[in-house]
């Protein structure tokens, strides 16, 4: 019968799809700019690369651009250019739409060959010899529907919190060691500019195995927030690229 | 200050677009595939094309694949391999990754000079001398949060009801009209084989300037309904571009 | 990592489970009282049996007993006998425990070979020929959670539906063809003796393809409701085991 | 077609105010008594004055009176007599209708030439160098949805909370800032004598650039609270209004 | 003790009101801009008249404008004019502050004598010797919380349905009179023209002492929907007091 | 018109009645076992005695008894006797019907005089020179709709906090005052012999003003929890009463 | 262990108590006028008579007299006189306590020897030979918190459905007898004279074992309502309970 | 009727079993892995022994496997072997059907004499003399509808904390003694060995008359958790019983 070979054929891709990324290079936690961009980087260099999202769809904030407004704004356009987005200038500034950004980075880092697992959500870390090296995940969908139901595991060399403002895995860490950034964590008020330069220059290594990008980078070190601004997110994924691959040596 | 800058560079841009897409060839509802597809290839022949999804995110049921597990199927590459999809032979049927797929059509859509509209829900349509010429939307926010607000329109020369089982402005217009489709609506069993034909068989239009396209040609004619293989969607929202370009002489 | 090893494990087992299930002698739709026996006994009988449940655990209404009182009320023992649970005589009726008997029904329909896929919901039948030949399924915590996630399907020779009051299948199959039980169905009042007989009399085959044990049976024939007497039952899921055996020669 | 003539007249000029608006000498957060009196003098003396308000109707707690009883208790008329409010002596005090109020106010504001936006709700503020010199806005709409949008700025000269017992601008800057009224907040007991002449005498500048106006002041100095009497809220927005003018000169 | 010397104040002046109102010319069954038009001009030719809203404020959907755009649109100034709401041309369209017409429309009202009882709910009407001469009325809140309490009555000689596209006593009046409006009720399309001329035209009383004005004119009779275009409304609440006043003699 | 007689009797009635009360000897706040049998002895002592309680319906924890069982204990019946409930000795203790019980007190505390304001809640106490005076109260059915609408007071020479585990006016007095009972509050593990000795014994004035009976003792005491045996709660508000009274020489 | 012993003594006298009610003469369903009254008057005729009431209280819709002002209205006094009920006349009609009702006909019922089944659900009816003669309960609790649990039994020799507007039984019947009360039923517009006269003159049998007493009188013959007059409601309740006397020889 | 004899027959049954198990040597509180297993030893040790558990069914986090799929892990298959659950060994660990194992565990247990009260909720603790003594139970049902009604007692020699990662009683304890466990308690990061180990080395009394089994051994001694491997679980379970039973000389 037709209908169970198509099942057939999904259910067994999917499971050799997962089974493969048990013990990925890297897992980048949450599909938005920050993650996007750091996984097309990594999994350009060839490093074995697995986003674990919890929603449905990949893009996080991009999609509403400011207040539901879809546009986004960047102050250079060199990564957008490099994915194929398109961008106007405007008074200084380039705008974008915001969901042509949000389908090109998802298209871009999907064609790299990092593999997106989503409606997965990260419930706690795995902490071996004093380092992270895996995350505790579950479905969205059981969470969603509060089920009493167990959890499994995937295990990375590094893993990327991406997860935004929420900071969620830096958040378990400090729930379980309150030594951990013991001078507090916390996002500042808006201030574009120290932000945009502070989210690049403090993206990085936070834990022994763990590094964060994009917003929980401001999250982590009290740096002041911004709007829906997206260069810096950009340029902060592909920082921490950048030091994840020099770490591994890719 | 750079942050009022950022705003008004994303309100202007935004409300640009927005007044300019006022008076569209066509508005496509619905951002998943049938009327990604359609909205690509409509672009693509120079046609003014907006998109309007009442989610923050692009492609429909695409991400879930089947129960979550996503992975999709189809049984020729054709569209797939246009709009740059990888896919594999599984047993004599062709399987792509969801989120690639999802991304990759609604980049080539926007690439192509469609516009999407997301957050933004059609509450009714305009029928003038007994044809559609418009939408009437409101911001899904303020649906979502029920608040007591008057939407507005837009107007095009044509509209396709795009919008999945729901066949949303199918059913508007038989709200109001008793006897359009008199013999009722609804897709039937499953039956992928007879639903893959169908729905791109009967795919164009149903009522004067509204077309049906992917599950919602289902729908109208009581066709069976199909699970996550998602060849007929592409090419009944290709179907119906070439019958609005034929209409349209473009 | 020990962690992924054990994911690799289960994940490995469930998804050849899975997939040997697809093409089943028999689905049952529901793990209640009337579902499990039927499985036992089909199972016992060499049939490949596979349960569907959506909720998390089986048992369905036993475990509540009535209005909470954990204990249950039969007319004759012979099945709890085979079963292995205790009952107790008391003023010519046999009582026994709601807990026991939901363990045992679950543990003996699993230990003759039935394989029971719990958090699993049939959203819609399979009709071919017009003959019900398998099962529509999703995800229980994907439907919890309104998720836009496509189904997959499940193909069977027979399917019961089991599924209690709701006679869920047989009511998939009225809203697509209102002639069938043209009469409509709906459960009557309550009248112990008469639906203890009914309900094992009129067990069978409503559809091609399709049968009814336990509750739905009396949805069907309008037959009156019972209480917290499960002899009619088990009796009931073993008429139909019986039927289903004699029509494939098992 | 008119009905797109209509759309793009409110888009238009809706988009105009608000670009307008971006950078005034005034935003109050929040249309109540006391913001709605403060912006009603501060734009008679010719200040540019914006009002966020993050419901669809203004009037704040006046609606309701006591209780739902809609009438409301002054000591003195002198304000009301301004806005041409209707107050009848009873027992030494004077009452009003709470819908006259509430209208009147909102409508003399205004016409006073400040500019409401409702359903606009703060989010956080912007400060730099030591001082509040805007907010961050985000649409109601959009938060009630809990939908993940990013929030766009306004700027201003001087930014008034009179967002009533929450206090929510104050609650935002003791949550990053610690040190700020580190001897706490929140309102006493009930005492109305004491409450009405406090909320006068202590409205004003309690951070650089950010004044507290009506309830508020309550909260920041933990004055008691007073109930259905609004004479000090009124006069707590005027005393504000003139405490700004003398602050930029107006 | 002025605590409650103040809540004596407001009770009494409240249930002197209320009671007062018992026996009205008009109730005026909803205070969004039908409604508040027909009270301004009822009140204003010297007849009692007696506004009832659900909601806690005045203005109905007026506040939002089109989409949240708080401006509106009407196709002469006259009306606006007269109550002192500020308009501006544009395109051969006349554009008005939302928020300052609903301010605007209130206070005229109020200050011509109407009175508004708000947070009040029409359960249902009275009705005798086959007219309608009351509303059943309760507390908003006591139907919010779902509590069980019963309703009382406010008599009128003429009752005004002015609830908007719901027509809520219209349709309790269809509930217990199946033959009443017997082809049906319901608005249409939108179509801007068509409906702001039947909305004044159609105006009027639809059964002994029940009138219908703004848009619950277009729900009785089937005519088309308009946006956020209120000179239709403003005129039909006005033609209704004018009709009003002649059935009357005042 | 005899419905709006029936209105203009209630509203009037139920008036005359609230602004009496807005001068009390004596407000019991919650109309559970304590607070009513303080009440019939308060008012049978000739003191003005007003009870506020927050449901429709009075009687508290007693309408359910244990677990819903509808039987309550005690171990003496003199109060029982007392008010004309009927007791039954079972082992050493007696039994009472639970709806009886609720019925009984409420009856005898209304026809000693005192008076029920039901759906009426406390918000806050109003404290004046250091001693509870009296409380803020609004609408039980505003509160529960989370409506923005201001509370109203009532005086009193004494206040009861009989609001059972919750101790609502002790938190709110503490709320304020952080050193009022600053070792804690907090009712202990279950032990019923203490409970019941404990409750009776410690019931009295806590607070300038403010006095507790009931439950609420245990809450300020930190004493063990009890069970559904009603004795202590009975003689615990008959305690409070002989206090009250002895202290305004009643 | 005291705490055990008390349970004990619960557990047995309520046990005790619903065995003994499984076959009563008669079970009235509905706490409140009417069925309180019905069941005064029955027990008080030496009928073993059992109230099946939903929620934890009794008294149904008297506690919040008219919009909550806690005031009831009758036109005669002479069933308050009788069990107790304080009254005061005023402009030809007759106030009393709403709160001193509701306790006065529960305490007059259980002394008079009814019993109350509160936190009790009527879910269906037994019915055999064509006739009423039972009903199916369940708890509330578990209703409310929709679990999946089994009802169980209460015979009886006559039922009666004093359930109010809601005429819960009568729906039963009719949801599955279409034939029963074919013209339909519900309850007409307000008109207090004919209701009052009706809901005593109709009240009766309207199926075989089966009584309708109070507003359900109404719904059942289509009668107008009432609203917070509560004098047909205690007489119809004395009627039911006079003709169900009559039938059983009592 | 034979429907009130099945009635009475069911609640006769379970209230006679209630009664006895007021007084038990063991109260386990939650019917999961770990105590089904303490359980089924204990009671086939010869102790009186009495499960509670909040749902409707028992087997707790044993259904869902890991994130739903239904499969379980163990190191060794002792104790599985005992109870007649089937396994396969794959890579060094062994797998079995989580469906049969929780059907199993259950039946063993209440087959080796443990009696379960399902639908019960564990309130709060008895403590006499510095050691738990029982536990303060109530309907789950009454719960979830948030119903207020107290709860009632059962009392026991010992009292097992089998409630999984929440470990309530320990909690319980905690907030009413604050020196308890004052070093805080939560369980670690995932880390399968050193959890597996610690579960059972750690499982015992943790205060007088108290003891902990399974997941809460974790909560309690801060162990790492651990994902859908469930030896340890088992073997906990086991070892709390040997230790009981030597404590208690059985």
Sequence with gaps: MKETEI??????EYTQNFLDALE???VVVGAGPAGLTAAYYLAGAGL????????LSTGGGIWGGGTGHNVIVVEQTEILD???VRSHERDGLYTSGAVELAAALTYQAEQAGARVFNLTEV?????????????VINSTAILMASLHVDPVCMGARKVIDATGHAAELIRMLRQREPDFLA???????MDVETAERGVVERAGEVYPGLYVAGMSVCTVYRLPRMGPIFGGMLESGRRVAELICAALGA
């Design 24 to 26: 990925s290079d890297i």
């Design 123 to 135: 419930e706690d870390v795995v902490v071996k010899d004093g380092a992270v090296c895996g995350v």
């Design 7 to 12: 099942t057939r054929a999904i259910v067994e």
């Design 183 to 189: 001078d507090g964590i916390g996002e500042g008020f």
């Design 82 to 84: 490099e994915i194929g």
């Design 48 to 55: 074995k690369t697995t986003i674990v999202e919890k929603k």
